[in-house]
C-alpha cells in the first residue's frame, strides 16, 4: 500500500473471513458488537463510547474485517502514538493468525510495515493527514476509526475535520469516532447525523491512593522508586507500572531503583526512542516481577497483561505555547482528570489493583476534568498553511472542527502568512510558491521562513539548529542566582551580542563537537534532555527541507545568520525613524526604546524582554519575541 493510496488498492481475498476464527469473545465490546456492524452499515458517522479494557481498540478493526468491510476497501485505525499504532497492529495480526505487514499492517512515519494488499492498516494521524492530502476522497478505503478521540490531539482534530471533508465530497468511506471518555453528547451535537452506540467495560475494582504532601516535579522519580521498592518488598504479587514525563525521567527512576539494591525484579523502560524490539520486551515473560517505567504511551490503548501496581507522577510532556517567545515548545505540565484516571485504569485490566498518586487528593481535585483540545491551545498560523495546502479555506472551502477558536484568532493566523509572503496575492485561499515550501517542513511557519531565507544566504545548516533550538527545552538553567560553578560553565561559551539564538548555536556544535557525551553535559551544566530534543529536530526538520527540495548548505558570518532569522520575525523588527521612536515596516507600529532592548547604527532594534510598547487604534500593546537580533541592512 502506498502513503497516498493513488487509485483503488487491490483487495486481499486469500482468506475466508466468514469461516475463521478471530479476535477475544470474552471482552465486554462484543455484546455491542452486533449493534456497531449495524449502524455503520447504515451510517457514515458512527460514534463509540466503550470503557478501557472493553477491547474496542483490538476487536473493531477484526470485528469489520469478519463482516466484509475490507472488500470495499482498506480499514484505516488512526492513533495517536507510534508506539501504540505498531503494537495493537502486531497483538490483531496475532489474534487473527495473520501476517504482520502482508495482512495488517502499520505506517507510522518513522516505522512501516504494509503491504499493498493489506485489509487492516494501523497509521498515526500525521501519516493520515499526508494520506487524505494525497487522496482528499479517501478512494479505497473502506472505514477510518479514530480510537482515543477524547485525547483531542490537533492532527487527530484535523484528521477528523478532513475526513468529514471527503464524506461532504461523496466518499463512502465510513467514519467511527471511539474512546473510553468521550463526551458523546458534544460529539453529537457537532455530528448530528451520526449514530451512536455504547458499550460496557470489564474493570475490576482499583484501590487509590495520594500523597500526603505535594512531591516537587524534581523529586519524582525518587519518590516513585521508594514506592515501587516498598511495593516490591512487601511480596504482594503483580507487576508495576510507573508513569513519567519523559525519557530523563524514566532513566533516572530506573537508576534510583538500581542504587536502592532492588532484585528479583527487571525493570523496562517504555518510551517513544525505544526501538521497536525494546518496546515489545515489556510483553515478554520475564523473570520476577516487571517494573516498567514508561511515559503517557502507556495510557491508552495497550493492555499490559500482569500490572496491579500503577505509580502516576501526574505528569506529562505536552504541546505548550508560550506567548512571550511566541513557540509551541513540548513541556512538562500537570495532566488533567480525565487522563490521571486512564492511567489508574492500567491496574484494574486483568485484575483487582492498586493506584499510588504522587500528588495530592487536593491536587487531583483542583485539575481540569477533561484535557483541552491542542487547536484551543495553539497558534494558528501553521494549522491555516495546513488547510490552504490541501485546498481548503475559510473563506471558500471551510473545514468544520468539534472546537473552533475565536474568529479573530484566525484572522491574526492569516496575516502572519500574509507578513512571511505565504499566501498566493492574487487568490489568497491558496498559498504561494514559498507557502508550498512552508507547508513540507512540518515546522512553525516562522521557522520555515527563516530556513528558506537562510538557503538563499547559504547557511541553512545552522538556521535548521536554530529553528530546532526554539523548539526546545532550554539549554542552560535559568535563575537569578546560580551556583558559582554553573556561571563559570556558562561564561567559557562566546556570548552573541547580536542574537541568543546565535549563542544557543554556538553552545550546540560544542556539545555536537564532544559528540554529544552525556558526561560533557554534567562538566558543563548544559540539559542533556535539550541536546537531545535538538538532535530530534534537527532530523525532522532535515525531512521537511528534503520534501519542500530546500538546499541544505552552511557557512556565511553573523550578519548573514541575523538576516535570516529576520525574515521569520518581519513583525519584531524596528528601524530608527527619528526623535528615539521606531517604526515596524511590515506592521506599521510604531514604538519607543525599551531597557534592554538592542540598537545597531540606529536601524532595527528588537528584544527578548517584553518591553517594547506601541500603541494601535489608541491600545497600549507589549510586542515580546523569540530572540533579539539585528539586521545591519535597513
Known sequence: MSDNMEGKPTIDRHRDNESQEIGNLDLPIWQVMPEVVEKLRNNKKLILKSPTGSGKSTQIPQALWKEGFHKDGKILVIQNRVAVAVEI???????????????????????????????IIFATAGVFKNMIRNNPTLEGVSVVLFDEFDERQLLMDISVALTEKAQEKGSPARMVLMSATL????????????????AEGRSFPIEMHFAERAIPTYDMPQAAAERALAIHQSNNPGDILIFMPGKGEIQETINTLARGGI???????????????????????ALGRKIIVSTNIAERGLTIDGVRFVIDSGLARMNSYDANADVT????????????????????????????????????NKRATSTRPEIMATPLRDIVLQIKSMGYSREGDPLHFLDYPEKVNWKEAKNQLRMFGALNPEDETKLSALGEKLAEFGCDPRDGAMIVRASELGCSQEVAAMAAIRMSRPLLRRGRELPEDVLAAYRQFPKSKDSDLITSLGIYRAAEAAGFSSSWSRQNHVSWLALRDIQQ???????????????????????????????????????????????????????????????????????????IQTRRGGQLRIISEATKFFENDS
Not at 93 to 109: C, L, P, Q, S
Open 183 to 198: 463526551d458523546a453528547e458534544k460529539v453529537g451535537e457537532h455530528f448530528p447525523d451520526a449514530a451512536t452506540a455504547e
Open 329 to 364: 515548545k513540548l513541556l512538562v505540565g500537570p495532566c488533567a482528570q480525565d487522563s490521571l484516571k486512564q492511567r489508574a485504569g492500567r491496574a484494574g485490566r486483568t485484575q483487582p489493583g492498586e493506584c499510588y498518586y504522587l500528588i495530592t487528593e487536593s491536587d487531583f
Open 537 to 611: 529536530n534537527v532530523r525532522r526538520i532535515g525531512e521537511g527541507m528534503q520534501r519542500a527540495q530546500v538546499d541544505l548548505n552552511n557557512g556565511g558570518g553573523t550578519d548573514v545568520l541575523c538576516k535570516a532569522i529576520a525574515a521569520g520575525f518581519p513583525d519584531k523588527v524596528f528601524h530608527s525613524v527619528g526623535r528615539d521612536r521606531y517604526e515596524n515596516e511590515t506592521t506599521g507600529d510604531m514604538a519607543v526604546l525599551g531597557n534592554e532592548s538592542s540598537v545597531v547604527a540606529g536601524k532595527i532594534v528588537a528584544s527578548r524582554i517584553i518591553d
Open 263 to 285: 532484585t528479583g525484579a527487571t525493570m523496562l523502560p517504555l518510551h517513544s526512542e525505544l526501538s521497536a524490539d525494546e518496546r515489545h520486551r515489556i510483553f515478554d515473560p
Open 89 to 119: 497492529a502486531k497483538r490483531i495480526a496475532d489474534e487473527m493468525h495473520a501476517r504482520i505487514g502482508k495482512d495488517v499492517g502499520y505506517i507510522t512515519g518513522p516505522e512501516r510495515n504494509a503491504d499493498r494488499r493489506a485489509d
